[in-house]
T-cell receptor
Framework: ETGVTQTPRHLVMGMTNKKSLKCEQH?????MYWYKQSAKKPLELMFV???????ENNSVPSRFSPECPNSSHLFLHLHTLQPEDSALYLC???????????FGPGTRLLVL | QQQVKQSPQSLIVQKGGISIINCAYE??????FPWYQQFPGKGPALLIA?????SEKKEGRFTISFNKSAKQFSLHIMDSQPGDSATYFC???????????FGTGTRLLVSP
C-alpha cells in the first residue's frame, strides 16, 4: 500500500446529501491532486494543489469543493451531486508539481 | 491535442506469453511517458516511465518502447504471469507541467 490513504473507501449518498472525502499523504509531498475515474474513460484530473494553494481547477462543477488545509491533507466536499457523479475518486500526491504521482486507493462513490 | 489514445481496451494472454499495449499521442511537447498498473480496489501505481531521449527502457519483465517520429509508445510484458492481470494506463505530460494526460486503460488478463 502507498503512503496515500483515503477515507471512506466506499460512500453511498443521496442527491441532497453533503459529504466529504478525505485524503492524507505521509510522504512529505508538496503537491496533491484529485482525479475522477469512470468506467471506460480516462482518469480525469479535477484539482491540483501545490503547497496548499490551488493551481488547477479543471472545469469542475461547483458541487465539488476542494479544501487543502496543509500539504498532508486534502478534502473533497460534495453537495447536491448527480447520479452521473458516481465514480471512483482518486487522490494522488507528488514531491513537486510535475513529478511522479503516487495514488491512494480511492473512494468508490455511488450517488442515488 | 491533449489526448492519449490507448489500445487494446482488453487483452487476454496465455501465461508465459508477451503482452503488448500501445499508446499514441499528438502533442509533441509531451516529454514524460509513464505507465501505471491498477489492481481492483487499488489506486494506480507507477510501473515504469520513459523520456523521449531514449527509445527503450527495460525494468525486469517490463519494457517501454518509444517511437518519437511516430508519436507512439508501448508497454511489453515478457513472460506474462497471472499476477500481472490488472488494468494498465499509459500517460503523458509536458516538462514542468502538472497535468498527466491518461489513456483509457487496458484490462489485461493472463490465463494460467
Amino acid at each position: 500500500e502507498t503512503g496515500v490513504t483515503q477515507t471512506p473507501r466506499h460512500l453511498v449518498m443521496g442527491m441532497t446529501n453533503k459529504k466529504s472525502l478525505k485524503c492524507e499523504q505521509h510522504l512529505g509531498h508538496n503537491a496533491m491532486y484529485w482525479y475522477k475515474q469512470s468506467a471506460k474513460k480516462p482518469l480525469e484530473l479535477m484539482f491540483v494543489y501545490n503547497f496548499k494553494e490551488q493551481t488547477e481547477n479543471n472545469s469542475v462543477p461547483s458541487r465539488f469543493s476542494p479544501e487543502c488545509p496543509n500539504s498532508s491533507h486534502l478534502f473533497l466536499h460534495l453537495h447536491t451531486l448527480q447520479p452521473e457523479d458516481s465514480a471512483l475518486y482518486l487522490c494522488a500526491s507528488s514531491p513537486k508539481l510535475g513529478e511522479t504521482q503516487y495514488f491512494g486507493p480511492g473512494t468508490r462513490l455511488l450517488v442515488l | 491535442q491533449q489526448q492519449v489514445k490507448q489500445s487494446p481496451q482488453s487483452l487476454i494472454v496465455q501465461k508465459g506469453g508477451i503482452s503488448i499495449i500501445n499508446c499514441a499521442y499528438e502533442n509533441t511537447a509531451f516529454d514524460y511517458f509513464p505507465w501505471y498498473q491498477q489492481f481492483p480496489g487499488k489506486g494506480p501505481a507507477l510501473l515504469i516511465a520513459i523520456r523521449p531521449d531514449v527509445s527503450e527502457k527495460k525494468e525486469g519483465r517490463f519494457t517501454i518502447s518509444f517511437n518519437k517520429s511516430a508519436k507512439q509508445f508501448s508497454l511489453h510484458i515478457m513472460d506474462s504471469q497471472p499476477g500481472d492481470s490488472a488494468t494498465y494506463f499509459c500517460a503523458a505530460s509536458e516538462k514542468g507541467f502538472q497535468k498527466l494526460v491518461f489513456g483509457t486503460g487496458t484490462r489485461l488478463l493472463v490465463s494460467p
